[in-house]
């Protein structure tokens, strides 16, 4: 889903500067539109645009694992796991991440999905041999079974996924 963007009004936006360039703040917080015009009030030099940005992995609840919690989530479970290989920084495991939770969804008693983040775990995505991100593992019985790098398309991920169920 694209980010919904607005570029406020109000008395700053009356006259509008030559094009010097981007400016970009240090600060990021989320604001709600209100907040956002008050933000700009308060300004005297600037322009302002606001966005509305997506949540983030946490919020769609997709389990984390790492290394403490490897061995019984992933290794010892009873039905096969998507593991997603992903760091916070990089573009392409945002762009898969709703296709991972969709698919949690949709499978949902038949496969397990989590997410490990690569540099929280380098112990993990070392002994994996992932070299890119990202990268998602299929486990059943303790073993790994497939690797599908990079943003794929949906179908990729579950005809890898289809392979592996229980009939």
């Known amino acids: ?5 607005s570029s406020l009004t109000g008395p700053l936006t009356r006259r509008l500067p030559s094009f010097r360039g981007l400016w970009m703040s240090t600060r990021f917080v989320r604001v709600s539109s ?31 694992v790492s290394k403490e919690t490897w061995q019984t989530l992933v290794l010892e479970s009873d039905i ?39 540099d929280e775990n380098p112990d993990i995505t070392t002994q994996y041999g992932i070299r890119s991100i990202p990268t998602m593992m299929i486990f059943k019985d303790g073993e790994k079974k497939e690797a ?13 996924i289809e392979k592996f169920l229980v009939r």
């Open 34 to 64: 209100a907040q956002a015009q008050k933000v700009i009030s308060r300004s005297s030099r600037r322009q302002h645009v606001v966005c509305e940005v997506p949540e983030t992995t946490e919020q769609r609840n997709i389990p984390s």
């Open 148 to 160: 599908i790098l990079g943003a794929v398309p949906e179908s990729k991920l579950i005809s890898s």
């Open 80 to 118: 096969p796991v998507l593991v997603d290989f992903w760091a916070p920084w990089c573009g392409p495991c945002r762009l898969i991440e709703p296709t991972i939770v969709n698919l949690a969804k949709d499978y949902e008693g038949k496969l397990k999905c989590y997410k490990l983040n690569t």
């Open 1 to 5: 889903m694209a980010p919904a963007c």
